[in-house]
């Protein structure tokens, strides 16, 4: 937790140079697979800071389809741009999935699409299935941009 904390502090506070810092409160996922009742509202806390017009660093928590609490680090890699439309991959790690790791960190790739406003946008992932341990799901990010 604080590694997770000491992330977010350096991502809020990122020097001026950063286009934008977005922040997010969580995901709202659709699950493949109705049969689990997973949870689909996964209220939590993020940010997001670009450093380029491909990259952008972030850092979060959130409740994850299994009911626990989840954190996750990394950042998005967004090589493809048509106007508003970005689409890459998130790469980083996560915790907190009961099945995986015990629950601990692991490493993760979540193909990635964004649609960003000035001030409003949209993270859309496709989350992969893998085996037993996490459930497949397409999971929308709102977020808002704070910086001026």
């Known amino acids: 937790m604080k590694k997770l904390l000491l992330a977010l502090v350096v991502v809020a506070a990122?020097?001026?140079?950063?286009?934008?810092?977005?922040?997010?409160?969580g995901f709202y996922s659709?699950?493949?697979d109705k049969s689990k009742n997973l949870n689909n509202s996964n209220t939590g806390f993020g940010v997001e800071a670009t450093i380029s017009s491909t990259y952008s660093l972030t850092a979060g928590v959130f409740e994850n389809s299994n009911r626990a609490t989840s954190?996750?680090?990394?950042?998005?890699?967004?090589?493809?741009?048509?106007?508003a439309l970005k689409a890459g991959a998130a790469v980083g790690a996560f915790d907190g999935y009961p099945k995986m790791r015990n629950g601990g960190?692991?490493?993760?790739?979540?193909p990635t699409?964004?649609?960003?406003?000035?001030?409003?946008?949209l993270n859309i992932s496709l989350i992969p299935k893998v085996s037993d341990n996490v459930n497949?799901?397409?999971?929308?990010?709102?977020?808002f941009n704070i910086a001026p």
């Open 71 to 83: 954190h996750y680090v990394g950042a998005y890699v967004m090589p493809f741009k048509v106007g």
């Open 136 to 143: 497949s799901a397409i999971a929308f990010q709102l977020k």
């Open 113 to 121: 699409m964004a649609i960003e406003g000035r001030r409003v946008g």
């Open 105 to 110: 960190w692991f490493p993760a790739v979540v």
């Open 30 to 32: 659709h699950h493949f």
């Open 14 to 25: 990122a020097p001026a140079a950063l286009a934008d810092i977005w922040i997010n409160p």
